[in-house]
């Protein structure tokens, strides 16, 4: 049963779709912790989405321009290490890539005239050493550090930003930031059950940041083309809880809730935010995002299991940054998991129906419509394999 279950939720990381919310990729899991005895795992795919729609470029100039499909492919690795000191006591490591974004609107003719050129590149990896303690009455404990680097780059430009000639770009330089993880959990092993509560602390990066723009510079008060400072950026935190039970001999429900204050991820720094004199105007601004899980898996020979599981994520407020482009998700995910002695081999395939969005600059609470994406979805492929021991 715990084969059918961690071959089942590692497509729910090494599948996952274009933006889990925010820039998230990964849902930051630990179930390698609940792994039997010692355990090594590798983990790789690819993920193709594509987002696309219209500008609200005027009729006048032969708009609107449809936008081009803005979200470029992406591959991912991840490597994880669980070791067995005693029966009670275990710890692991875990490196995974679980923030990212590279969006990419493409220039006219081809793409649109309102955001054409207007860009976004995140990249991290992020290193987990956690402990954990199981008690005698199989409530355990667990906790530990994550370091994460992180770096990235915007350029905004197009007639959207119409107050920006040439382009602001801001590039931001490479940087370390620290934060923990701490969770818990109860398994009633004789039906193959468990649920666990996680949560995982905001991680400050205090970035090295150049930005470069005349009109946009000029509306802070400063006269030069560049301007460089050091600022601080938090990645959110976010709680998850995990559970899985067995329904019926060789058969597993499992599911889980996740929830990311992504409104604490804020990029301040010389030019943003905009004082309008009427309000402000951020460089990103994304809502929190509560993301629901269920799946069951199912043991059809002693080598052969399987697992399909459904994802929803409801959209949050009604027009979103250009930067983060989509709006809320739903998605499917099948795996089939191969065993043999000690060697587990997961692969799976996901498909994720991405929500449309109406796309707008400006103030809080007062943006201008500058762009609909309605054509949204992402195909994934992950295999996993894993080698206990």
Known sequence: MKK??????????????????????APQSLSVLFEQGNYAELSFGGVDPTVKGQDVAPAAIGGPF????????????????????????????????????????PVAPAGSVVLGGTRVEVNSTTFTALARYKFENNFSIHGGIRASRADGGVTLDGAGYSRIAPP????????????????AAYEIPEIAGRVSLTYNSPIDHDFDMTETGDVILGAT?????????????????????????????????????RWVKWSEFIVDNAVFPINTGTGTVPLVEVEDTTTYTIGVGRKFTENWSGSVSFLYESSEGDTVSPLAP???????????????DNIKVTTGINYTRLGGSDLGIGETGNKTKVATMDDNHAWGVGVRIGYSF
């Open 4 to 25: 059918i279950m961690t071959g089942g939720a590692v497509l729910l990381i090494s599948a996952s779709p274009i933006v889990a919310g925010g820039i998230e990729r």
């Open 66 to 105: 449809n936008t081009g499909d803005v979200a470029q492919g992406y591959g991912f690795v991840g490597l994880a290490y669980k070791h067995q000191f005693t029966d009670n006591l275990s710890a692991a490591f875990i490196m995974e890539q679980p923030f990212g974004a590279d969006i990419l609107y």
């Open 168 to 183: 602001y770009d801001l590039t931001i330089d490479d940087e370390w930031g620290t934060g923990y993880v701490i969770g």
């Open 221 to 257: 008060g400063g006269l030069t083309d560049t301007i460089s400072g050091r600022y601080t950026v938090k990645t959110p935190r976010s709680w998850t809880l995990e559970g899985q039970t067995g329904i019926a001999q060789g058969t597993l429900v499992f599911g889980s809730i």
């Open 326 to 340: 989509t709006n809320g998700r739903k998605g499917i995910t099948l795996a089939a998991i191969y065993t043999m």
